[in-house]
Each structure stands twice: as structure tokens, then as C-alpha cells.
């Protein structure tokens, strides 16, 4: 009866010991993983392939960075204002969706050293009786841009807070693809979107849409990590100079900027 008891102590010991190593090996492969949280409407940065996988600047970027220092890159795809609270509650590592660096932001997030810079553009649809020379020439059209972005932001300081523009002409967009589509449609739906200036110049390609005016916002786009993350917020800085300094980044550019 002694010895049975021992043995059933011992095999229930081993089969502890057995389980915490199990557990530690998990553990060990989570640190390894990094979730990229995106918002997959902005080409060239971060957009749809025809088979649903999301592709782009952005993507390719973060994937080489994070990858050449050994992690795991799984990317998440969720809407663009959903990203500083999923960054704050630990459902993903990194913001990677052109999001600009700004002193709001920086309250919330940290960011990364800058990747690429980008200025606002103002998106018509080609062939619609919309005459937009100057900004004061938008108070005569529905605007449209995406929620949270500093297209946004721009509309909402600029256009309506200073009473150029009626808030019931300010037309609010989850996605910037639905912005473009409801612009293609006609000015029924929106007449006007104001929206970064790389991206515009991807939309213009599909022929259907057009750039009638830049506005100069000095904006500088950011990978985002957890505030107080300094660790991984510096892996990534250090990565994107290594890789900004290398025939990688001249080939990214290529692939996604080169217009032919
Ligand atoms: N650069 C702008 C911002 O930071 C727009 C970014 C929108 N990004 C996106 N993936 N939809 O607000």
C-alpha cells in the first residue's frame, strides 16, 4: 500500500515536470510571434490580392524587418480606427498601416522611426461636375475621408470646426475602398475625398477617379507598438535602417511604386 502510494507520487511529479516543460515551450513560441494589425484599403501600403491575402509597402516592410531578427509575422486585418485600441489591449504587437506619426498619437502609442512621408490629396470623380481649384471650393460638395485617419482630422479642423464646411456634409467612411467607390458613383454620395497623397495617386490609376488638389499636411508614416514597449518599438527602428539602407528597400519601391 506504501510502496503503491510512492509510485503514484512519483509518476504524478514526473507527469508535472513533464507538463511545465510543455507549457514553457508554448510560452517560448508566443514571445517568438509578432500579430501586425493593418487595415488592408490603402494601396500601395496595404491592400487585398485577388486570393484575399493582404499585400503591400507596408507588409513586405514590417514582415523583412521582424523576420530578420527571428520573429514570426502573422498579419491581422481590422479597421483602421480599431487599431490603437487593439494595439492597447494587447490583441495585436504592431501597427503597420501607414499610420502617420502625430504628437495625439504619440500620447497613445509608440512609434517606430519614420518610413516613408505623405501629404493629403483631394480625390474626384472623373467627368462629375465637381470644380475643386481651391479648399474653400469644397464647402459646395459632400467630403468624404476615413474615420480617424489625419484625412479626417484635416476635414474636421480645417473644413467643418471652422464653418466652411456643414457637418452634414462631412461624410465618415470605415474603409477608404468604400470612400472611392461611393466617389465613383457620383457626387450624390460624396463628391470629394480627401485622403493621403500616395495612396490618391494609386487610386487615379483606375482611371475613374482623379487628384484636383494637394494639400501640404508634412506627414511621416510610423510603425506603431504598445506605449512603453521601447524594446520592440527599437528592434524595429534598428531593422528599418538596416533594411532602408539596403537594394531591398530600392526593390520594395520598385514593386510598389514604379508606375507603368
Ligand atoms: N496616414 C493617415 C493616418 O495616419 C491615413 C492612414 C490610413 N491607413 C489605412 N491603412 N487605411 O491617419
Known amino acids: 500500500m506504501k510502496n503503491e502510494h510512492k509510485i503514484f507520487s512519483i509518476g504524478l511529479v514526473l507527469a508535472m515536470v513533464i507538463g511545465a516543460v510543455a507549457l514553457s515551450g508554448c510560452t517560448q513560441e508566443k514571445t517568438n510571434k509578432i500579430i501586425v494589425g493593418t487595415s488592408s484599403d490603402f494601396a500601395p501600403f496595404e491592400y487585398k490580392a485577388a486570393n484575399q491575402t493582404i499585400i503591400g509597402f507596408d507588409i513586405d516592410l514590417i514582415k523583412k524587418v521582424l523576420t530578420d531578427q527571428g520573429y514570426i509575422v502573422e498579419v491581422q486585418d481590422i479597421g483602421f480606427d480599431s487599431l490603437i485600441p487593439a494595439l492597447q489591449t494587447g490583441k495585436i504587437d504592431v501597427i503597420a498601416a501607414a499610420m502617420s506619426i502625430t504628437d495625439a498619437r504619440k500620447l497613445e502609442v509608440d512609434f517606430s522611426a519614420p518610413y516613408y512621408d505623405a501629404n493629403q490629396a483631394v480625390l474626384v470623380k472623373v467627368g462629375a461636375n465637381v470644380t475643386v481649384k481651391t479648399i474653400e471650393d469644397l464647402k459646395n460638395y459632400s467630403v ?77 508614416y510610423g510603425f506603431a507598438v504598445k506605449k512603453g514597449n521601447t524594446e520592440l518599438a527599437t528592434k524595429i527602428s534598428t531593422g528599418l535602417t538596416a533594411v532602408m539602407g539596403s537594394t531591398y528597400w530600392e526593390e520594395l519601391i520598385e514593386k510598389y511604386f514604379t508606375t507603368t
Open 144 to 220: 468624404g475621408a476615413q474615420t480617424g485617419t489625419t484625412g479626417w482630422s484635416w476635414v474636421n479642423d480645417t473644413l467643418v470646426a471652422t464653418g466652411k464646411l456643414s457637418n452634414d456634409k462631412f461624410r465618415s467612411y470605415d474603409l477608404y475602398t468604400d470612400a472611392v467607390a461611393d466617389l465613383i458613383i457620383g457626387p450624390s454620395r460624396v463628391g470629394a475625398i480627401v485622403i493621403d497623397s500616395p495612396v490618391a495617386k494609386a487610386f487615379e490609376k483606375n482611371g475613374e477617379v482623379k487628384i484636383v488638389l494637394n494639400i501640404t499636411t508634412n506627414e511621416s
